[in-house]
T-cell receptor, first 112, second 114 residues
Framework: GNSVTQMEGPVTLSEEAFLTINCTYT??????LFWYVQYPGEGLQLLLK?????DKGSNKGFEATYRKETTSFHLEKGSVQVSDSAVYFC???????????FGTGTRLLVSP | SAVISQKPSRDICQRGTSLTIQCQVD?????MFWYRQQPGQSLTLIAT?????????ESGFVIDKFPISRPNLTFSTLTVSNMSPEDSSIYLC???????????FGQGTRLTVV
């Protein structure tokens, strides 16, 4: 079945550092890929998505590229801020937005 | 976008009791879902809440343990029945917007069973 593996956290960075959170997936066919973010005390929010190979999703300075050859969708940001501290979830779906399969989440802590 | 209010945000319950979690959406949505996130694990889909009919449960989840209601297009409840410490988790509801191109989550309910 479909599954998502993402790096364990917490990831601890200083402000303005470069961020990478790794995500790889296993799926049949051509799933859509997503990154969700959960800020403290809030619900999960869609951060970005990509629906086909080589697509790049981007939002709020974050980027992720759908790499079918390596079955990966790594999240990157060139310069993190303290306000980026949150838990980040990688997810996939073979049915649009209906059934989402999530990774375990990676906590990011950014210090001033 | 839709806003989902989920409550309670947290609770501590005695084993053998039941807890009902509510999700209210501020607009009509096509589909609503309930997830569980056990400590250190990913979100697992419990069931799809169907408006006006019985929920559709995923493998490993049954109606007697997790009864779900969805009386209209903006509201759903999940009950965790006859709780045991193994039910200690975060429970989240999710709604799918009318265009099926957006998904919204509640803030989650952190349940501890003692």
């Amino acid at each position: 079945g479909n599954s998502v593996t993402q790096m364990e956290g917490p990831v601890t960075l200083s402000e303005e550092a470069f961020l990478t959170i790794n995500c790889t997936y296993t799926a049949t066919g051509y799933p859509s890929l997503f990154w969700y973010v959960q800020y403290p005390g809030e619900g999960l929010q869609l951060l970005l998505k990509a629906t086909k190979a080589d697509d790049k999703g981007s939002n709020k300075g974050f980027e992720a590229t759908y790499r079918k050859e390596t079955t990966s969708f790594h999240l990157e940001k060139g310069s993190v801020q303290v306000s980026d501290s949150a838990v980040y979830f990688c997810a996939l779906s073979s049915t649009g937005f209906q059934k989402l399969v999530f990774g375990t989440g990676t906590r990011l802590l950014v210090s001033p | 976008s839709a806003v989902i209010s989920q409550k309670p945000s947290r609770d501590i319950c005695q084993r053998g009791t039941s807890l009902t979690i509510q999700c209210q959406v501020d607009s009509q949505v096509t589909m609503m879902f309930w997830y569980r996130q056990q400590p250190g694990q990913s979100l697992t889909l419990i069931a799809t809440a169907n408006q006006g009919s019985e929920a559709t449960y995923e493998s490993g989840f049954v109606i007697d343990k997790f009864p779900i209601s969805r009386p209209n297009l903006t509201f759903s409840t999940l009950t965790v029945s006859n709780m045991s410490p193994e039910d200690s988790s975060i429970y989240l509801c999710r709604a799918l917007g009318p265009s099926n191109t957006e998904a919204f989550f509640g803030q989650g309910t952190r349940l501890t069973v003692v």
